[in-house]
């Protein structure tokens, strides 16, 4: 193993978690320690310190701790008010969890296309898809770069409509000075494990400074209840476990410094991949943190992946289809052009705070398969 925690320059992973966790073990392990120890693992203390902690990081007046990003996403939806016969303006190139969220509280996704440039949700298309039934505006700040918060925000106030921040890659991105998922009604953050901050599990969060939302989904995620045994609504089971919190307590304190990281490696690769024919680089923008460095091969994307995994190069196309073209949502091809071509051009190249000289190896094999 070198220095930077890596086995091997040949076998580069787009993603791996164990550097992390051996530059962290000492403050993981006396965190696994306490929680044990404890005798209290699901809510509790530890999750209470948690969202008090991250609600200050984030700025923001509540943080609500929940079983995973979905989650936060269905709960945030339902805290919102949106439900049956609603509609919700979103991203088509993005997780399914996005739009299932939607559907999954009986509302309707209704997709706008993409702006090219940063793979966001065009805000120039969103207000022709208003339609009377539309009550909320769901953007994803993709790859951790934030969507155009202010164009969003300013249709939402002028239609009388919620904005919901999906921000499960995005945890630490600033626009404009604010961290996102403080800038709508709420934002949605996911602790999967391959996240900016990510746990050792599944783990979610929903920001919000509305008094009613957070009491809301307080109540959602712990069976529809203020208090045990007095259920007022039909709610869910999803409770942040006491040990995802003190871990992700862990790494809250690293956070800031792993996404610079992550952003000097987006840099270095744009300085090594520079002027390379058939390549798109991605914008080095202000706030942007790199969940994913993402480029566009607009050529033969497929075989450019094939080519780096024959070198133990790890990659990953997301999202390789489009949400309205998933059979559950069946538009016809061609109908989101922008958020298609995107599909079948986007790599995501190996990312995270620990990789060092590996990300030279893997803009020279890929310098070298275009050439």
Known sequence: MNSNGYHSMKAIPVYDPLPEVEALWPELEEAFRRV???GQYILGPEVEAFEQEVAAYLGVKYAIGVNSGTDALVIALRALGVGPGDEVIT???TFFATAEAISA????????????????INPDLIAPAITPRTKAILPVHLYGLPADMDTILEIA???????????AQAFGATYKGRKVGTLGDAGAFSFFPTKNLGGYGDGGLIATNSDEVAEMARMLRAHGSRRK?????VGYNSRLDALQAAFLRVKLKHVDAF??????VAARYNDLLQGVPGLVLPPLTEGHVFHQYTVRIPVGRDQVAEELASKGIGTMVYYPVPLHRLPVYGYPEGTFPEAERASREVLSLPMGPFLGPQNEHVASLLREILA
């Open 105 to 120: 509280v009986g509302a309707t996704p209704v997709f706008v296309d993409i702006d090219p440039k940063t793979f966001n």
């Open 259 to 264: 996404n610079a990281r992550r952003r000097e």
């Open 91 to 93: 991203t088509p190139f």
């Open 157 to 167: 106030r002028s239609h009388g409509l919620k904005v919901l921040e999906d921000c």
């Open 36 to 38: 044990m120890h404890s």
């Open 229 to 233: 045994y007095h259920n007022e609504m």
